[in-house]
């Protein structure tokens, strides 16, 4: 299938209603600020010059997306997988996105801006993480924040704990683990298949409440 261009997806999807078209707004008001106060999970999107994308999750104690000022927001930095596949991506472009989720709503709040990383002293102490001052801040300027209804979730379910696989269904991860790291990756490089069991005990360790 052809890629669309925005007039022939309009022209085949109709215009947005209202409520869709007017509901951004260019700062964070005391509903967003709400709302951010009070989740402990959001989802951040980048992409680097070349259009290839990242989307990190990012979790903390509910209100860890400290509010700055009404136009700018931050996230404290915290030692990952070195990977930094974001902070790479905004070296190149700095725009970013979020999507804040709310345990139990099923609507999210989106924010889209422009983001920079930052080791300022002031802005590391108020992004600090259960008392863990973060070696860098991730700083966003809001361009436009709204709601987003919650249709994909209601549809999936994703707070009904009903629905979910159970133990025994879920795949283990230490063993999915292994088995990609047996494969070439994007590099060709690949590992003696590790075993599956000694990469599980790694995770293991790796969540202990030290690491979070």
């Known amino acids: 299938m052809a890629t669309e261009t925005r007039a022939s997806l309009r022209a085949r999807l109709g215009e947005p209603g209202d ?54 927001i931050a996230i404290g930095e915290l030692p990952g997988n070195r990977l930094f596949d974001g902070a790479q991506n905004l070296a190149e472009n700095p725009s970013a996105a979020l999507l804040v989720m709310v345990p139990g709503m099923n609507e999210t709040l989106r924010i889209e801006g422009r983001a920079v990383l930052v080791t300022d002293e002031e802005v590391r102490r108020a992004t600090a993480l259960d008392g863990k001052l973060p070696w860098g801040a991730l700083v966003i300027d809001v361009v436009q924040a709204f709601v987003h209804c919650g249709k994909a979730f209601k549809r999936g379910r994703l707070w009904e704990s009903d629905s979910w696989p159970s133990t025994e269904e879920r795949p283990r991860m230490g063993a999915v683990l292994a088995a990609h790291m047996a494969m070439p ?28």
């Open 19 to 72: 409520a869709a078209r007017l509901k951004a707004i260019t700062e964070l008001d005391e509903h967003s600020q709400r709302f951010l106060a009070l989740s402990p999970f959001a989802v951040v999107a980048t992409a680097g010059a070349d259009g290839s994308c990242d989307a990190s999750p990012r979790g903390g104690p509910p209100g860890f997306i400290r509010v700055l000022t009404p136009t700018r």
């Open 185 to 212: 990756g994007p590099d060709g490089a690949a590992a003696d298949a590790p075993d599956p069991q000694t990469v599980q005990g790694d995770l293991d360790e790796w969540y202990q409440p030290r690491h979070r």
